[in-house]
Every structure is written in C-alpha cells, then in structure tokens.
C-alpha cells in the first residue's frame, strides 16, 4: 500500500496563501491521480482537487477555483496545492489521496489510500 504524508499546513490570515505538500512513497504514486479532501469542523469531507497521473488534466471544487492550483512534481513523488485568497471558511483538515486510477477523480470511494491531514486555519 502507498503511505502518503501532508505537509505545510498552519495558520493564516485571511487573504494569505499557503501550500500542500503531499507525499507518497512507491513508484506506484506515479501511476496514479491524486486529490485533496478537507473536512471542515463539523462537516463531512468534501472533494477540492484532483490531478491525473500525467498531470494534464485537474479538477477543482467550485468554492477553490481561481485560487488554489494542484500540481505534482513525478521526480519528487509530490503534489501540491497551493492555496491563495484563503478565507475562514477554508479552515478545514486537509488530506490527499491516491486514486484508483490514473484519472483525476473527484469521488472518495475513486481513492485507496489516504494521509492523516494536515491542519489548515484561517483566522485573524
């Protein structure tokens, strides 16, 4: 199974950035897309990007379209997801996840395996 570790979450202040770190060992992180969950504070986990094996297709929650980009270095075995404009609303635990397929899928059953998350806060 590939192990996968978030990193680079924290605290900002509204209208700041941050970015995402998502690592995964086993060369099989390669052949596959990844995504980024959050679950906010008393919410389910919701789908906000995703990015296909060859990196050349990603999709994007409606509510993070324009300020947060999801991208992989393959030589690194890394994703990120840069954030920007972040709003409180964005506070949330973040996860990555790969998927089961090379595609960049936007469903938590399309993943296998998950991280443990990365805590994001925005807040004055």
């Known amino acids: 199974q590939v192990q996968v570790e978030e990193s680079g979450g924290g605290l900002v202040q509204p209208g700041g950035s941050l970015r995402l770190s998502c690592a995964a060992s086993?060369?099989?992180?390669?052949?596959?897309?990844i995504g980024w969950f959050r679950r906010a504070p008393g919410k389910e986990r919701e789908f906000v990007a995703a990015i296909s094996r060859s990196g050349g297709t990603t999709t994007y929650a409606n509510f993070v379209r324009g300020r947060f980009t999801i991208s992989r270095d393959t030589a690194k075995n890394t994703v990120y997801l840069q954030m920007h404009s972040l709003k409180p609303e964005d506070t949330a635990d973040y996860y990555c996840a790969v998927a089961k397929s090379e595609y960049a899928v936007t469903t938590e059953a399309q993943y296998g395996s998950w991280g443990q998350g990365t805590q994001v806060t925005v807040s004055a």
């Open positions: 086993g060369s099989t992180f390669r052949s596959y897309g």
